[in-house]
């Protein structure tokens, strides 16, 4: 049997006449650039997140750097964040100038250590990026506190989250601004790219307006200098249909949770962790074992996906080497880096292809870890 580690064919084939007809739809408007139904997703997302204001935008990364912008970020000023996150985060960091700070992670969450923050601020400090990772929600209670006393701007990358919650607030509703990514393989994906930015503040939310359209307002007159970052309308049209099954996707990519969490509970594997607090959407269910290496290579001869979110931090990575980290400065996050691995897991998955995947992993742990401990 051989099995992705992600597969969309699935669920296009469940939902291809709705899909088909809402494109067909687009085409035959003429309306392309931000047409009806980007405003109408925009609606349905704020009311979902219970926000105010959505905006849609390019991508996830876009999302990021327009929130940036936002507040003004540039040369001189420190953003705080996580080492261990898709690259996207700290890139709109280091794309404005400014310089990003790094915070090592929960070592059972992976998410950024609240409690190691506070040592981090500096005069220079305008923002805290926490990011919401693998579908589980940052606790957000001591970081909020925290942005209140030294008052700094909080943007949570909710990219890998949409859905999730904190107590009883949604991942992205948090904070003064929330960015979220219609990357095909998030929980709500697109066929391409495409993001969206959320906020309860009015005045931000006008001006990411404008900044998306390359700062103007209105036509040929520009206030600021913004980008070219909308979300196409033939996505919205997409992302519309696929929206209406969100939370019964989320559902299911927890019960494949539920199902690897019962069975693979194992001295030499750590199952995830998520919090008390938190309700987790599993964008990704990443396992930890001391083996990673012998087990993705297991995994691979058995024709099973699997991946590595992810190898190197990104205080370690050579396009951050000015920022003046060393191996050895971020523990946690270099532990997770050397021994995490991400499995099979979207809502269409059988369990049938599970129970191959558990088998497998526990035929590896009987056989190989006995020789290699
Ligand atoms: C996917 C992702 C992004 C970027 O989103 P794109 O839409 O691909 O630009 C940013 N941050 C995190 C944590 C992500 O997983």
């Not at 923050?117 to 923002?127: H, R």
């Not at 107590?167 to 509703?173: E, I, L, P, T, V």
């Not at 960015?179 to 697109?190: A, E, R, T, W, Y």
């Not at 290579?297 to 000015?322: A, N």
Request: net charge negative.
């Amino acid at each position: 049997m051989k099995i992705p580690l992600f597969d969309l064919k699935e669920q296009y084939r469940q939902i291809q006449g709705e899909l088909q007809e809402a494109i067909f739809e687009v085409m035959a408007s003429g309306h392309f650039i931000l047409g009806e139904e980007v405003s109408e997703l925009e609606n349905k997302i704020a009311q979902y997140l219970n926000v105010n204001y959505a905006i849609g935008v390019a991508s996830g990364s876009d999302a990021l750097l327009l929130s940036l912008m936002v507040i003004d970020i540039g040369p001189g000023d420190e953003v705080i964040t996580t080492p261990y996150t898709f690259f996207a985060t700290v890139g709109a960091i280091s794309r404005l100038g400014a310089e990003p700070v790094f915070v090592d992670i929960d070592p059972l969450t992976y998410n950024i250590n609240p409690y190691l923050i506070e040592e981090k601020i500096t005069t220079k400090t305008k923002a805290i990026i926490p990011v919401h990772l693998f579908g589980q929600c940052v606790q957000m209670a001591p970081i909020l506190e925290i942005a209140k006393k030294y008052n700094l701007t909080v943007i949570e990358d909710a990219a890998q989250s949409i859905g999730a919650r904190y107590k009883d607030r949604m991942a992205g509703s948090m904070g003064d601004l929330g960015c979220f990514s219609f990357f095909p393989s998030k929980n709500l994906g697109c066929m391409g790219d495409g993001g969206m930015v959320v906020t309860n503040n009015k005045e931000l939310a006008e001006k990411i307006k404008i900044l998306r359209v390359h700062g103007s307002k209105p036509k040929y007159y520009h206030p600021l200098i913004g980008l070219n970052s909308r979300l196409d309308t033939i996505q919205a049209a997409i992302l519309l249909v696929k929206f209406k099954y969100l939370d019964e996707w989320n559902k299911k990519r927890r019960q494949r949770a539920e199902f690897y969490n019962s069975a693979l509970s194992d001295g030499f594997l750590r199952i995830p962790y998520i919090s008390e607090d938190n309700f987790s959407v599993y964008n990704q269910y990443v396992i930890r074992t001391k083996y990673r290496n012998e087990l993705r290579e297991y995994l691979k001869s058995k024709d099973i996906g699997s991946t590595v979110y992810y190898p190197l931090p990104l205080h370690l990575q050579e396009c951050f080497q000015d920022l003046g980290y060393r191996r050895g400065d971020m523990p946690e996050a270099e532990a997770a880096a050397r021994e995490t691995l991400a499995l099979p897991i979207y809502p269409e998955i059988s369990e049938g292809m599970q129970q191959y995947v558990v088998e497998t992993i526990r035929e590896f742990l009987k056989s190989e870890v006995v020789s290699l401990s």
